[in-house]
T-cell receptor, first 113, second 118 residues
């Protein structure tokens, strides 16, 4: 299947950690990405992880990948009001001779001051 | 290094009309992908161009067509517009070494063109 699933909404208090979860269905995915979209804007790449890695850390961001369960998560430490946005996970796989990137439905993160 | 630019940013059309959206790739990128993002949804893959040819297509009808030019810029054309075509259309460029390349192939997105069909 091609579905990449995410929970729709997450609310956290400023200073807390946020964890956004994603489930993908294709075990042949090579790269998995996290993008951020602010209102009225395009998508901004936050981070990505190669499928043979379990974890990647980049400043306040930690990505965990459980390939067995096809589960990807993004942890944002010390969440700030500027982190309020919609977060999309995406998987990349070879499909019919080209590299296809499929996005999830997005998780809206609300940060309460 | 310039990013991805799209034009126009907003436009309104009526049912049955045709529209052309334009995209300039990030410098050094040779692959362009187009996505449709309906309100409250994730981006849906329309098609991808590499070396001026379409090399991948999502579940969109033939009235969605495109072009890629020698400078890697691209157009998305939609004929016979329908109300459900109202959406944000996103262009993304990337550097690809071909269909089976093993690079990260990170997509860099433009801000999008918001199309409203009345």
């Amino acid at each position: 299947g091609e579905d990449v699933e995410q929970s729709l909404f997450l609310s956290v208090r400023e200073g807390d950690s946020s964890v956004i979860n994603c489930t993908y269905t294709d075990s042949s995915s090579t790269y998995l990405y996290w993008y951020k979209q602010e209102p009225g804007a395009g998508l901004q790449l936050l981070t990505y992880i190669f499928s043979n890695m379990d974890m990647k850390q980049d400043q306040r961001l930690t990505v965990l990948l459980n390939k067995k369960d096809k589960h990807l998560s993004l942890r944002i430490a010390d969440t700030q009001t500027g982190d309020s946005a919609i977060y999309f996970c995406a998987e990349r796989k070879l499909a019919g001779g080209y590299q296809k990137v499929t996005f999830g439905t997005g998780t809206k993160l609300q940060v309460i001051p | 290094e310039t990013g991805v630019t799209q034009s126009p940013t907003h436009l309104i059309k009526t049912r049955g009309q045709q529209v052309t959206l334009r995209c300039s790739s990030q410098s050094g990128h040779n692959t362009v992908s187009w996505y449709q993002q309906a309100l409250g949804q994730g981006p849906q893959f329309i098609f991808q161009y590499y070396r001026e040819e379409e090399n991948g297509r999502g579940n969109f009808p033939p009235r969605f067509s495109g072009l890629q030019f020698p400078n890697y810029s691209s157009e998305l054309n939609v004929n016979a517009l329908e109300l459900d075509d109202s959406a944000l259309y996103l262009c993304a460029s990337s550097l690809s070494w071909g269909p089976t390349n093993s690079g990260a192939n990170v997509l860099t997105f433009g801000a999008g063109s918001r199309l409203t069909v009345l």
